[in-house]
């Protein structure tokens, strides 16, 4: 009898820790979700009001106005031209770096690395707003250098951190392995450590693309008039201030950005160990041939 009770005791606090596990993932899929689906529904109805439950009725029209204008096919254009620049330039200065923090010891290591996140602890515009005089200086306002400068700024974190922790991830036995077996230090850098690590060097690429792709504060600060770039608080395109144009614009961000964010995050660490041991061999049967 007393078994009994005791099954019916775990039965009914199992059901209820299922109940409510299942209530915090329902009220966290409306609390993400719920805002995204906003947006898209925002994208077709002419009008929504309060308290109406359902929209007062359903257009393209703001399809019409986002594809038919030119100040943001502009805008598209010129953060297709320099976000790729802004992730070379990020590569060729943060990727060094990333690699010392990953291998060598040195003295305010951490310091540095924990200082990368200054940038981001507070809001940038007053970060923006002091660059601004020294560029007065310098003459850099409404120019694409510097924009593309302001841009870097935010990728730093994205191309050190990510791949600081994929070349530390890189065993370092791979690498003596090698170095035994005859391979030199540029042969074992170029075949083992830099291909086990590119998995997360795309995701930082990826990562910064999308920064400097979605930037806004800095380059309305110092890129406009000149340089705009297609987002609704820079373009300026007085359609793109309609409610129902913004939300269409947003939902076409979101659907196309966030796929890409978390997408590479996800097989990182699956690449990461696949890899490891084609790596090994591969060099192993070059110095035997």
């Known amino acids: 009898m007393a078994r009994e009770v005791n099954k019916l005791n775990l039965q009914a606090s199992s059901l209820i820790t299922r109940f409510f596990i299942l209530l915090f993932i329902v009220f966290m899929a409306v609390f993400i979700l719920g805002p995204l689906f906003w947006l898209a529904a925002r994208a077709f109805v002419t009008s929504w009001t309060f308290p109406n439950l359902l929209p007062d009725g359903l257009t393209l029209q703001w399809w019409r106005v986002i594809t038919g204008d030119e100040s943001l096919k502009k805008a598209i254009r010129n953060s297709l031209i320099i976000s790729p620049i802004v992730v070379l330039a990020a590569s060729v200065i943060c990727l060094p770096a990333a690699y010392a923090f990953a291998r060598y010891k040195f003295i305010g290591r951490k310091t540095f690395l924990i200082g990368m996140f200054a940038a981001n602890a507070f809001p940038k515009i007053g970060l923006f707003a002091a660059i601004a005089t020294l560029y007065y200086t310098l003459n850099l306002m409404g120019t694409v250098l510097g924009v593309i400068i302001i841009q870097l700024l935010g990728t730093i974190i994205f191309m050190t951190w990510i791949p600081a922790a994929a070349f530390a991830a890189v065993p370092q036995s791979l690498e003596d392995a090698a170095r035994d077996a005859g391979a030199t230090k540029f042969r074992v850098f170029r075949d083992i450590t830099l291909r086990l690590a590119m998995p ?90």
């Open 200 to 289: 997360g060097i795309l995701v930082a690429m990826v990562m910064s693309f999308l920064h400097a792709f979605d930037e806004a504060q800095g380059t309305y600060l110092v890129g406009v008039p000149t340089i705009y770039t297609p987002n609704p608080d820079v373009c300026p395109s007085t359609k793109l201030s309609s409610a129902n144009c913004c939300s269409l614009f947003n939902s076409i961000d979101h659907s196309i950005s966030n796929p890409y964010r978390y997408r590479p995050k996800a097989h990182l660490g699956w690449s990461i160990s696949r890899r490891v041991p084609d790596q090994v061999n591969k060099v192993a049967k070059k110095r035997v041939g």
